[in-house]
Nanobody
Framework: EVQLVESGGGLVQAGGSLRLSCAAS????????IGWFRQAPGKEREGVSC????????YYADSVKGRFTISRDSAKNTVYLQMNSLQPENTAEYYC????????????????WGLGTQVTASS
C-alpha cells in the first residue's frame, strides 16, 4: 500500500523559511516521481513542484521559482521541499503525491496522495 506522510509545516512570519518532508513507503521509491501541491481555502489545488524518480529532473510552478527547492534522499525514502521567502499568499495545505512520471503529476492525474501539512505565513 502506497503511503505518503507529509511533515514540516507550521507558522512563520513573512520572509521566513520552512522545509517540508514527504516520507514514502509501500512502493519502490526510486521508481516514482514525487510532487508537491497546495490548496488554500476557497481556491483550486495548485501544483508546486515535482522531482523525477532519479532526481535528475525537476519542475517548479512559476510562482515559486527561485524560492522553493525540491530534493530527494533515496536512503531515507523522503522528498523535501525547501521553501524560502514565504509570503502570506503561500499559506495553504501542502500535499505530496507519487506517480511514476512527473508529467502525470504536473497534469494533476495522480491517485496516490498524502494527508497534507499546513503552512501559514503571517504578515
Amino acid at each position: 500500500e502506497v503511503q505518503l506522510v507529509e511533515s514540516g509545516g507550521g507558522l512563520v512570519q513573512a520572509g521566513g523559511s520552512l522545509r517540508l518532508s514527504c516520507a514514502a513507503s509501500g512502493f519502490t521509491f526510486d521508481s516514482y516521481a514525487i510532487g508537491w501541491f497546495r490548496q488554500a481555502p476557497g481556491k483550486e489545488r495548485e501544483g508546486v513542484s515535482c522531482i523525477s524518480n532519479s532526481g535528475a529532473s525537476t519542475y517548479y510552478a512559476d510562482s515559486v521559482k527561485g524560492r522553493f527547492t525540491i530534493s530527494r534522499d533515496s536512503a531515507k525514502n523522503t522528498v523535501y521541499l525547501q521553501m524560502n521567502s514565504l509570503q502570506p499568499e503561500n499559506t495553504a495545505e501542502y500535499y505530496c503525491a507519487a506517480d511514476p512520471n512527473c508529467r502525470a503529476i504536473i497534469a494533476d492525474r495522480v491517485e496516490n496522495w498524502g494527508l497534507g501539512t499546513q503552512v501559514t505565513a503571517s504578515s
